[in-house]
Structure formats: structure tokens, C-alpha cells
């Protein structure tokens, strides 16, 4: 086993904890390709280059018009339309991966690396009902599975490559390695990334305390094809064992996440059919592990997400085209601090934020696209969603009625007593339309109501203690929240010309 120490860190880590995927690059006798170095600085993903740098993402969705708040090394939020987090819809290969913390420390892209990406689409206000809905701001699609076969009956090593990436402030390493394996009807793909940095240093050579982070990510796909018919499954895993977030108050001692997706596509008689399958499972830990932000108190959150998409697309003639599906999306989560021993104010009891919280979304959707001239194009929707939220009793670190810790004890009782179970109905339209004036240059249309139900946090985070008010906040401004059962979803009518 590989091991880095990082300077300043408080505890140490292995660089590559134990992980099934990575298994399958270090056992490999040919690593790399006779075209390939041992150090390769540049990755080709879909004719996008991409520097080993796992941050390259956020510069290709720059290039498409999202932005990025900044937060933990690895963990910035996207931006559309001057919204972030929830109010945009971050899709990888289908996947809705849900809020899994309090402060946003592990937004869905952080769950993939750059070297992971074979395509993104960035679809901001103004997005077709069939990216998706349950936004506000956008959609940002993210696509890693991308088979390749050969014409060979017998399965052969294709390419491999290991890239390395080192930044001296910050003493950033980055690195980045995978491996290729295909035939006529089997591909096979590993893709991993591995990031580690101390606290940098600003423009006065001062150091930003808590900017120190460790990262890896693995992708293993395998997918099988018979003519037109292909079924690809993708098993991933992260372990982040910490990252400091100098704009919140705590920091993620851990996070780690296994998922599988399983994606089928077929042409059938009148149309094509994609069908996905998605889980993804979270054990996030908040606290704090450095001497740069010393403190106790531990907060654990674990989540699942299960999912699945079934699209069918079809030619009503030669211009018109219709997709229709159906989509289901679960997500689970338990939010709970437990007590700190011999604390006053942080126990007898453990803290129970969120208890078996559960979301469940159920769409429908129609969409028609026309091409009708060569140059103009319409795109139009209409999208129906049903959205379920509920969740259990909760509880205060004490149940004391008095004193500083009555504020959380009585909004707990207040909260036990009340019905928790909500239901939304979500419509979306979306109407616009593409003239393309010449090969370089394109004026865009578009007109749409698009809405987003609450999440767990926003509807059931009930602590109304000024301690536990500060710990429940994602935009890293030092406001804290408190959750409302009863709030209502969000409309935006957005209207487009660019």
C-alpha cells in the first residue's frame, strides 16, 4: 500500500486506502500503453483537454456558463443564473444524488473527477423537461459511461495512462490513472483520481488556515454490447478522509460513497429505449481533526439514493421527434451529533437533526423537438411531478426546560407534535427555440416555468438554539437556519434570449 504523509495535517492517512476498484489498475501487469510516459500531463475526454488537475471540470462548465462558489478543495458549489445547491439539478449519468450534509460539504460533483468525464451538458434557466426537473436555476448533466468496442472477438488491453499534477502552494499533488480493456462485445474501463494539499498560502504569504484536503475517486465500467442492444454497468467509490472548509464552522472528517448504475439501451420498432438504474450510498462525518480549527463535536449523516429512468424516444416523422418517461427518485437520510462526554452543552443525548428522513419524487414528462427549417429548431415540454417528504421524531442534546438548553428541547416537543408529512405537485413547461445564423454562431429562445420541492434540510431542521441554528447553512456566510415543515415549493418563470 502507497502512503503520502501531509505536513500539518494533525493525523495521518494512507494515500490509497484499500478499495476493490483501484484493485484493478494495481494488479494490472501492462499500466501503461507503448504510446504512453510515465508522467502524461494531458488527457484527451471527448476532444476536451484536460489537465490531471482535479478542479478541471469547473473550467469546462465556465466554458458552458456555470460558475462556482468556492468552499472545501474539492467540494465547490456550481452557480447558474446567481443560484446555487439545490435550486440546480446536478445529474451524474442519471444519478440525483441528494444533500447529505447540513453545509453542502459533499455536492454531487465532487462524487466524480475530472479523468471521469466523457461529456457535460449545461442547461441554465431554461432547461428541456427531459434533463430533468425539481429546479430552479439549471441543469448540469454529467455523462461517464461511454463504452468503447473494437472489431476483435477477443478482449485486449486497448490504453492506459497515469498523469501527475504538483502545485507548491499548497504543496498540491494530484493524480490520475487508468486503464482499457475491449473487444467486439465487451468493454471494460477503470478511471481513478487521488488529490492531497496542505492550507495555502494568499498573496501576503500568509497561510489560509483550514484549506488542507485529501480526495480519491474510482470508477470501474463494464458494459456489454450485441449489435444496437448495449448494457453498461458503473460501480464507483470515494473516500475523502478530510477536508477543511475555512467557510463554515465545522469541518468533514470523512466522507465515503459507493454507487452502481446500471444503464440499458435498445432500438425497438419505433423508437429507442434507455432505461438507468441508480443507488448510491453516504457515511459523512463533520468535526474537526486539525490544529487550525481545534474543537469537539462530532455530527454523523448517512443517506441513500435509488433511482431509475425509463425514456423512450421516437420518430413522429421526418423533422418531429417525441420522448416520453417516467422517473423515480428516493432519497433517505439520518442526521444525528452525537452527545460529547462531559459537555454541558452537548449532551446527555445525542441530537437528533434529521431521523429516517425521506424524499421521494415521482415525474412524468412529454417532450417534442422539431427541426423546421435547417437552421431553426423548437424544443417544447411539459413535465408533472409528485414530490413526498416525511421524517421521524427528534431529539435535543438535553431535555431541560430551562436555561440555554430550552430553546432546542421545547422546539423538539413542538416538533414531534406536528404532522411531518408533506406533499407537492411540481408542473414544468418549457418552450424554446435554436436559429443557427452561421457555422460559429447560434441565437437561442426560450420561455419556462420550472419548480423545486423543499429538501430534508430546509422543511425539517427544527433546532432553534443559537448553537444548533449555526450548524444547518450551505451558503457559508456564517448564517445559520431553521427548517419550516410547512414551507412551499419554489416557481421561477424564466425568459432566455442569448
Known amino acids: 500500500m502507497l502512503h503520502l504523509a501531509g505536513a500539518g495535517k494533525g493525523r495521518y492517512h494512507p494515500a490509497f486506502r484499500y478499495s476493490v476498484l483501484s484493485l484493478l489498475l494495481l494488479a494490472s501487469g501492462n499500466v501503461l500503453s507503448e ?4 508522467v502524461l500531463e494531458i488527457i484527451e475526454v471527448k476532444g476536451v483537454n484536460f489537465n490531471a488537475s482535479q478542479t478541471d471540470y469547473e473550467q469546462l ?38 444533500a447529505a450534509c447540513a453545509n453542502e460539504m459533499n455536492p454531487p460533483l465532487s462524487y466524480i473527477s475530472a479523468n471521469q468525464i466523457h461529456d457535460v451538458a ?9 434533463m430533468g426537473g425539481d429546479n430552479i436555476a439549471g441543469v448540469i448533466s454529467v455523462s461517464s459511461i461511454n463504452p468503447t468496442f473494437t472489431d476483435s472477438d477477443t478482449l485486449s488491453h486497448q490504453r492506459s495512462y497515469l498523469g501527475s499534477h504538483y502545485q507548491s502552494n499548497g504543496d498540491v499533488l494530484k493524480l490520475i490513472a487508468g486503464t482499457e480493456l475491449s473487444s467486439k462485445n465487451i468493454s471494460l474501463k477503470y478511471d481513478g483520481a487521488y488529490s492531497d494539499a496542505n492550507s495555502y498560502r494568499d498573496g501576503n504569504d500568509e497561510e489560509v488556515p483550514d484549506t488542507l484536503y485529501r480526495a480519491q475517486n474510482h470508477q470501474l465500467v463494464g458494459a456489454w454490447k450485441n449489435g444496437a442492444e448495449q448494457l453498461a454497468v458503473k460501480l464507483s ?25 446500471l444503464q440499458y439501451q435498445r432500438p425497438l420498432a419505433e423508437g429507442n429505449l434507455l432505461a438507468r438504474l441508480n443507488w448510491q450510498s453516504i457515511e459523512h462525518e463533520m468535526g474537526f481533526f486539525t490544529e487550525e480549527k481545534p474543537g469537539t463535536m462530532p455530527m454523523l449523516t448517512d443517506s441513500d439514493d435509488y433511482s431509475y429512468q425509463l425514456h423512450w424516444q421516437t420518430a413522429l416523422s421526418d423533422t418531429t421527434s417525441l420522448i416520453i418517461g417516467q422517473e423515480f427518485y428516493q432519497f433517505t437520510l439520518n442526521d444525528i451529533w452525537p452527545a460529547v462526554p462531559g459537555s454541558m452543552m452537548m449532551g446527555p443525548n445525542d441530537y437528533i437533526n434529521i431521523n429516517d428522513g425521506k424524499r421521494q419524487r415521482l415525474a412524468i414528462f412529454a417532450e417534442l423537438n422539431q427541426q423546421l427549417s435547417a437552421k431553426l ?25 430551562m436555561g440555554m438548553m430550552a430553546a432546542d428541547a ?21 418552450v424554446s427555440a435554436s436559429y443557427q445564423l452561421d457555422d460559429s454562431q447560434q441565437v437561442q429562445f ?3 416555468q420550472k419548480n423545486r420541492a423543499p429538501n430534508l434540510y430546509e422543511r425539517y431542521s427544527w433546532g432553534q438554539g443559537q448553537m444548533a441554528i449555526s450548524m444547518i447553512g450551505w451558503f457559508g456566510d456564517g448564517n445559520g437556519y431553521i427548517g419550516d415543515i410547512n414551507l412551499k415549493p419554489e416557481t421561477a418563470r424564466t425568459l432566455s434570449i442569448a
Do not use: C, W
Not at 35 to 38: A, D, G, V
Not at 377 to 400: D, F, I, P
Open 410 to 430: 421545547l422546539a423538539a416537543q413542538a416538533f414531534n407534535q406536528q404532522q411531518r408529512k408533506q406533499r407537492d405537485t411540481l408542473t414544468d413547461i418549457s
Open 61 to 98: 462548465l465556465r466554458s458552458k456558463g456555470a460558475d462556482f462558489s468556492a468552499a472545501g478543495g474539492v467540494s465547490a458549489l456550481p452557480l447558474l443564473n446567481g443560484m446555487m445547491g439545490n435550486r440546480i439539478k446536478v445529474l451524474i449519468d442519471g444519478n440525483d444524488i441528494g
Open 35 to 38: 504510446t504512453s510516459s510515465s
Open 122 to 130: 449545461v442547461f441554465a434557466g431554461v432547461s428541456p423537461v427531459s
Open 237 to 261: 467509490h470515494q473516500y475523502i478522509p478530510f477536508q477543511g472548509f475555512a467557510n463554515q464552522y465545522m469541518d468533514m472528517t470523512e466522507n465515503q460513497s459507493v454507487g452502481a448504475t
Open 377 to 401: 429548431t423548437l424544443n417544447y415540454g411539459l413535465r408533472l411531478e409528485h414530490v413526498t417528504t416525511n421524517t421521524g421524531e427528534v431529539q435535543a442534546y438535553s431535555n431541560m426546560m
Open 446 to 448: 426560450g420561455l419556462a
